[in-house]
Structure formats: structure tokens, C-alpha cells
């Protein structure tokens, strides 16, 4: 198998899911603050008065906020070459209303990077990944509110300057397509104006959630032809959660389905943030479910001067689209469809398909022909400490291996990827349940979802089968 020299092997961690010291140095509430603990079978709640009553699993996280050296040291020893990391944006801009920003927030950052670039680790950094400044919510309805857009402007013009000679690749939005789910509402778009309860019982406003989308490609599209402007060494990407659709069956109607599902979940944002327009398949969604986008006067031309320079995606699992009601059903965090009999699933059901990452790899480089990134793949699992004291997670490596034999395939096949950065490197909270049961990392990290445990780090034996991958460049799994 063989991967480019210079591929960029990884981790992938977000602010919200690990940082914690929430509410240290100046930093505002951001919606993941308001988001309560919860289970695969406990939906999470959204809980904006802050209640002792429920645990909010963002507060303190892993601690990376006080334990990023030590972690970053344990990155650079399984041979990390990139970290995918967040900036929280309430770190900076506490409501996003201020006129200057938090100069203890950008210090945070800057420490981080500094560190990183001791160790010859490359930051690739998402500007927002599941947070904006909780203010917005309750001011204009999350990013259904124009205004977001120019605040979201001044602190990427903040960001990019303080940070221009340590960071050069940058991801605007984290599944931005995930605002065109009903779930998306959650993290995504955030207009949950005036909303408290369960995440299951969230107000569906599509209509909202097309206009919030629309200002966020604004919002992607003038922030990447300002850092092309201005920076021109940045590469600005886009990120989308990869959700791919097989037909169930061979029946012309499963196909179509599927394909729908195909346009509208997984093609409709990488086409307007890579191609600079709306899909034209997008304007009959748009008329037969009564969505109208309200456009300002030049905000086609901004869309077409802000074209991202590569794709990236998050890579979890597989669906099968049917028409057929009585399908047998799958579950996943964010979608359903009919159970693929050929594929098994993780302990929260959702289905393991390492071959469909080849197929989805294929499929994204012939539609776009830009460099592709894997920017999130991994297995959430329980892990147990064995009798030695360690802990030994074979199913992770197995799921890792055969993930990565898979993008082997596809670079055979011809398709240019710049790189992997597992999902959650190191224990994490989850976003779909705010567990920390759901383990991805390849580090333990001793932190229980009733909040207690001591944060210590441990390697798993996956730590060490993938310093090896690494420091073979994939030649040995
Ligand atoms: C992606 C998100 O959807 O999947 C991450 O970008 C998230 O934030 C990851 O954590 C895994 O999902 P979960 O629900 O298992 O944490």
C-alpha cells in the first residue's frame, strides 16, 4: 500500500468535547454549555438556565484546557504529523458582541500552537465546531440571525491574524450539512430561540434552518475569499459529515431515494461551498417543502468568490435508502434507514462499513476533484480496564485497520488524499449522548459520565499499533 510521503497522519479532538474550563478567563457561554449529560437511551437536553440539577458534560470535559502539554506530548509520541483541533469561539468574543477580543482566550490558542509546532505538529483548525456564543440564540435565533455573519467575519479576521504563522490549514463550519438534518438544530444552526428540554423534542423549522445554512455559506464563503486575499499560504476547507446512502434493494425506487438522500444530505453543502452556487436539484426541495431563502443583493457573487481549496469530511457509517415501509430499521446519532444485512454494527448501532469509505472516497473525488482529507472515522466503544491495569481495545484496531486498508484501495484507485485524523485521539465527550462511556481515543482518559474520575491519561494498546502505522506510513496494520 502506498500512502504519499508527506501524508498527514492524525487525531481529531474539538474545543467543546474536550477543553472544559468553561467558564475560565473571560470565556462566555456557548450553546455546547448548555447542553446536559445523557445516554444512549437519556436524550441530552438543552438547559440554558444552567441548573445544579443537571450535569453539563462541556464545564470540565478532559481538562484539556490544563492538560493540553501533557496530551500534545503523547500526540507527538505516536508520531502525530497534524492535530485537528477547535477554537472556541466564546473564548474569544464572549458574546460575539464585543468590539475587542479576550486577550486571554487568544493567549490559550496561541499556547497551544506553540506547543504544536515544538512537537512539528501541524494544527488544522475548525473555526466552529458545534458552538456559537449561547447570546445569538436568544438575540436572533442562532445563525438564523444575519447578524451572526459579520460577527463570525471579525473573529475569523482576529483568528487569522493572530495566528497566521502557526496555522495554515482551516475547516469554516464542522458538518455543515448536518443543518440540513431536523437534529441540526441542536449544535448546527442553533435556532432554539427561547428552547429548554429534551433534544428529541426540538421545534422542527426547516425553513429556519435553510436561512441559517444560507448565512452560513455567506459566512464560509467571505471569510475563505478574505484569507485568500490576505493570506494566500492558507488553504480554507470545508467540512461536511458523510452520511452515504446504498439503495436497499435493486428497485429502481430504493435508487432514487437514494439518491435523493444523496443530493440533499450529503452533496447539497459541498456544491454551494465548492462550486459557489446552489445545486440546481436544490430548487425543487425548495418548492415542494415550502423553503424559501432570503438572498441580499451580492450574496451569489460572494458564494462564487469563496470557494473552499479542499474537501473534508467526517466518516462514521452507511445507510440503506428504501420506499419500502416495513424494511427492518437501523439507528444511527442522527438518522435511521434500513438495516444492511451485510454489515454489522457498534454498541450504539450504528453500521460499520470500512469498503463504503473507499466507495464514498471515490465517489466525493470524481464529483469534485480537489484534495480530500478524513477528518473524523473511529469506533466508539466501551473499554474496560483488563486485570493488568491496562486497557486492551483490539475492536478499535481492527475497525482502524480496516478503515485505513480501505483509503490504501482508494489511493490505488486514484483518488488524492492528504490525510487521516482519527476521530477523538484521546477520550472525549460525545456529542450525540454527552457521554464519556462512548470512548474513540487511542488515550484513556479516567473520567466517568457521573463527572468524576481523576483525568489521568493511559495509553490503550491502539496508542501503540498506531504510532506504528505512522511511523511505517501505513505499510504495516
Ligand atoms: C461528528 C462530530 O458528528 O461525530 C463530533 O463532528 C462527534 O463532534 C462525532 O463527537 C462522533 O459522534 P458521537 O456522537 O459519537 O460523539
Known amino acids: 500500500m502506498l500512502f504519499p510521503k508527506n501524508f498527514l497522519w492524525g487525531g481529531a479532538i474539538a474545543a467543546n468535547q474536550t477543553e472544559g474550563a468553561w467558564d475560565v478567563d473571560g470565556k462566555g457561554v456557548s450553546t455546547s454549555d448548555v447542553l446536559t449529560s445523557g445516554s444512549h437511551t437519556n436524550p441530552r437536553r438543552i438547559e440554558p438556565s444552567l441548573s445544579s440539577e443537571y450535569l453539563y458534560p462541556s464545564h470540565e470535559a478532559i481538562d484539556f484546557y490544563h492538560h493540553y502539554k501533557e496530551d500534545i506530548e503523547m500526540f507527538a509520541e505516536m508520531g502525530f504529523k497534524t492535530l485537528r483541533l477547535s477554537i472556541n469561539w466564546t473564548r474569544i468574543f464572549p458574546t460575539g458582541e464585543e468590539d475587542e477580543p479576550n486577550e486571554k482566550g487568544l493567549q490559550f490558542y496561541e499556547d497551544v500552537f506553540k506547543c504544536l509546532k515544538e512537537h512539528n505538529i501541524e494544527p488544522l483548525v475548525t473555526i466552529s465546531h458545534y458552538e456559537l456564543p449561547y447570546y445569538y440564540v436568544e438575540k436572533c435565533n442562532g445563525w438564523c440571525g444575519r447578524e451572526v455573519i459579520d460577527s463570525f467575519v471579525k473573529f475569523c479576521k482576529v483568528i487569522f491574524e493572530r495566528y497566521k504563522d502557526y496555522v495554515k490549514y482551516w475547516l469554516t463550519f464542522n458538518e455543515i450539512n448536518c443543518g440540513v438534518l431536523e437534529s441540526g438544530a441542536m449544535q448546527s444552526t442553533c435556532n432554539l430561540k427561547g428552547f429548554a428540554g429534551s433534544v428529541k423534542e426540538m421545534p422542527n423549522d426547516p425553513q429556519g434552518r435553510f436561512q441559517a445554512l444560507h448565512h452560513q455559506f455567506v459566512a464560509s464563503a467571505l471569510v475563505t475569499k478574505y484569507a485568500h486575499e490576505n493570506y494566500p499560504n492558507f488553504k480554507i476547507g470545508c467540512m461536511i459529515g458523510f452520511l452515504p446512502y446504498y439503495g436497499f434493494t435493486c428497485n429502481p425506487d430504493d435508487q432514487l431515494e437514494a439518491q ?5 444530505i450529503d452533496y447539497f453543502c459541498s456544491d454551494v461551498q465548492i ?80 469498503k463504503g469509505l473507499r466507495w464514498s472516497l471515490n465517489e466525493i473525488y470524481d464529483r469534485y476533484q480537489v484534495p480530500l482529507m478524513i477528518v473524523e472515522n473511529g469506533l466508539g466503544a466501551y473499554d474496560k480496564k483488563d486485570a493488568d491495569g491496562k486497557i486492551h481495545d483490539p475492536y478499535r484496531i481492527e475497525y482502524m485497520k480496516k478503515h485505513i486498508e ?62 506504528n502505522v505512522i511511523e511505517t506510513n501505513g505499510e504495516e496494520l
Open 260 to 264: 435523493h438522500n444523496m443530493q440533499m
Open 275 to 354: 462550486r459557489g452556487y446552489y445545486p440546481s436539484y436544490s430548487k425543487r426541495y425548495f418548492k415542494e417543502n415550502n423553503i424559501t431563502i432570503e438572498m441580499k443583493d451580492g450574496d451569489e457573487e460572494i458564494l462564487k468568490e469563496g470557494c473552499v481549496d479542499f474537501y473534508t469530511f467526517s466518516y462514521y457509517m452507511t445507510f440503506c435508502a428504501t420506499v419500502d415501509p416495513n424494511a427492518p430499521i437501523t439507528e444511527g446519532n442522527l438518522l435511521g434507514g434500513a438495516r444492511n444485512p451485510y454489515l454489522e454494527v457498534s454498541d450504539w448501532g450504528w453500521q460499520i462499513d470500512p
Open 406 to 467: 480501505q483509503m490504501g484501495e482508494a489511493i490505488e484507485d486514484g483518488v488524492d488524499l492528504m490525510g487521516y485524523t482519527p476521530w477523538g485521539c484521546i477520550d472525549l465527550v460525545s456529542l450525540s449522548t454527552g457521554e464519556m462511556a462512548k470512548r474513540y481515543g487511542m488515550i484513556y482518559v479516567n473520567k466517568f459520565d457521573d463527572g468524576t474520575g481523576d483525568l489521568s491519561r493511559e495509553k490503550k494498546d491502539s496508542f501503540y499499533w498506531y504510532k
